[in-house]
């Protein structure tokens, strides 16, 4: 069974603050990794990841993709009020029956002022 | 910008009663796909679809059936209400093969 794991669970921090947000993954047949931002309705669309060490990276956001060892981080510089949310890790898999999206549980960043 | 919109966005309704969620996308995605949330919890996959008159049971086993007629529309129905059916429910639809998904606002729906 595919699995997720992202932590810290939860974190809060000061506005100017770097995070870094960890997920790691197990998966049969894994295509790609996306991270989604979640604040009070659905998620949106942040980075999709395929390859092995290159970034990503739209403004202070970041994430890069190990797929050796099976984890990926989204590093978010400058901290704004505005980052917080939850931020989701899903993998995707090749074949299968399902083909939808795995999802971890999310990380719930706070950004204090 | 996504146009992917869902309705209700919240509903409270009483044990045994018939329920149909709605989920329209103007996209032409050909995927679409069902997500099931509860609060704290992660998202889990309950129903997808390829195209029209395809549907496909997710990795989440559910009570609720859908259907695809249309290539726009995937409505998710609840044929008898419980409580244990309250959650929040994201409608999602990709151009590819679970590819950047797009979610609709959801719907929060309670069950009493």
């Known amino acids: 069974e595919d699995k997720v794991v992202q932590s810290p669970l939860s974190l809060v921090v000061h506005e100017g603050d770097t995070v870094t947000l960890n997920c790691s993954y197990e998966?049969?047949?894994?295509?790609?990794l996306l991270w989604y931002k979640q604040e009070k309705k659905a998620p949106t669309f942040l980075f999709m990841l395929t390859s092995s060490g290159i970034e990503k990276k739209s403004g202070r956001l970041s994430s890069i993709l190990d797929k050796k060892e099976l984890f990926s981080i989204l590093n978010i510089t400058a901290t704004q009020t505005g980052d917080s949310a939850i931020y989701l890790c899903a993998v995707e898999a090749w074949g299968g029956g399902a083909d939808g999206l795995t999802f971890g549980k999310g990380t719930h960043l706070i950004i204090q002022p | 910008e996504a146009d992917i919109y869902q309705t209700p966005r919240y509903l409270v309704i009483g044990t045994g009663k018939k329920i149909t969620l709605e989920c329209s996308q103007t996209m032409g995605h050909d995927k679409m796909y069902w997500y099931q949330q509860d609060p704290g919890m992660e998202l889990h996959l309950i129903h997808y679809?390829?195209?029209?008159?395809?549907?496909e049971k997710g990795d989440l086993s559910s009570e609720s059936t859908v259907s695809r007629i249309r290539t726009e529309h995937f409505p998710l129905t609840l044929e008898s209400a419980r409580p244990s059916h309250t959650s929040q429910y994201l409608c999602?639809?990709?151009?590819?093969?679970?590819?950047?998904?797009?979610f609709g606002p959801g719907t929060r729906l309670t069950v009493t």
């Open positions: 998966v049969t047949n894994f295509r790609s």
């Open positions: 999602a639809s990709s151009g590819d093969r679970g590819r950047e998904q797009y």
């Open positions: 679809s390829y195209g029209v008159n395809s549907t």
